[in-house]
């Protein structure tokens, strides 16, 4: 077995990818997690990465290993495509978190667009790991984005959800599209309180007296544990100071950079 202290991580990483697969698989397999782990770090390529992940039988350990804007980039090549759902179920619940408060929010405000397409990667995975995340998720704000594509048509569906009538097939539900469908009967397979409340949520919006004023409520108190979330991971990692604090702190356009031009002008004259 090769010594780790003669690997290059990025250079070993070419190497087995240009290996025959069986020959790559024996050969990763025989090092440790942590040159594993280093390796898959060199290896910039999301695409390139992903094949690496695949060189163990199991890679639920070294995706949880991995940092999570790491096993986004190799996620966010499949988005879309339904094959995100073979990796997604090797996330821990906190890189779940995470990735999601990095994947579906652009500059501070929720990309509903982005999270319909992780929904859908979501609904592809096995059951029992969707349930896992669907506990994680909050489900006033999931209710709020399928609000318009779930509509619940009875005035007696409050009733019926009360006496556990309502399944995703139930003629008391209407589906805008065939996507919300999908993700209605995943929600339904993989966890049927999880489901129950969704519908609850809808029915909950639906008799607020302005809808409109309720959802932004809602996007705004997501939005609002987003940055809290983001913050307390921000200072886990010792960044004290975000972006946000720095614009807030010093004001650009009052700093007086005289000096440095003098200096800069005296160089270019030396």
């Not at 790559?24 to 942590?34: N, T, V």
């Not at 704000?141 to 005035?155: D, F, N, V």
């Not at 031009?261 to 030396?270: I, L, S, V």
Request: net charge negative; with cysteine.
């Amino acid at each position: 077995m090769n010594s780790p202290k003669t690997i290059v991580p990025r250079s070993e990483g070419e190497k087995l990818l240009s290996l025959p697969t069986r020959e790559a698989e024996q050969l990763f397999q025989s090092y440790g997690k942590q040159l594993q782990l280093e390796i898959l770090s060199a290896t910039r390529n999301p695409k390139a990465r992903e094949q690496l992940y695949y060189l163990v039988p199991d890679c639920t350990e070294l995706i949880q290993g991995s940092p999570t804007e790491d096993v986004l980039q190799v996620l966010d090549t499949m988005l879309g495509t339904g094959l995100a759902s073979v990796l997604l179920p090797c996330l821990s619940n906190d890189q779940f978190e995470e990735l999601l408060d990095i994947a579906v929010w652009r500059d501070g405000e929720l990309d509903e667009e982005s999270l319909d397409l992780w929904l859908f990667e979501l609904a592809e995975c096995d059951r029992d790991e969707l349930g896992r995340f669907l506990r994680e998720l909050d489900i006033r704000l999931l209710a709020a984005l399928l609000h318009g594509r779930i509509k619940l048509q009875s005035e007696y569906a409050a009733l019926l959800l009360e006496s556990g009538f309502l399944d995703p097939a139930s003629d008391v539900i209407n589906y805008a599209d065939e996507r919300a469908r999908a993700i209605s009967n995943a929600i339904w397979e993989a966890d049927y309180e999880v489901f129950d409340r969704l519908l609850s949520e809808l029915l909950a919006i639906d008799t607020e007296g302005d809808v409109d004023a309720e959802l932004a409520a809602i996007f705004d108190a997501a939005q609002a544990d987003r940055a809290q979330r983001v913050t307390e991971r921000d200072r886990e990692a010792g960044i004290d100071v975000t972006e946000s604090d720095l614009m807030e702190k010093v004001d650009l356009d009052a700093l007086d950079f005289d000096e440095d031009e003098d200096d800069y002008d005296e160089h270019d004259d030396a």
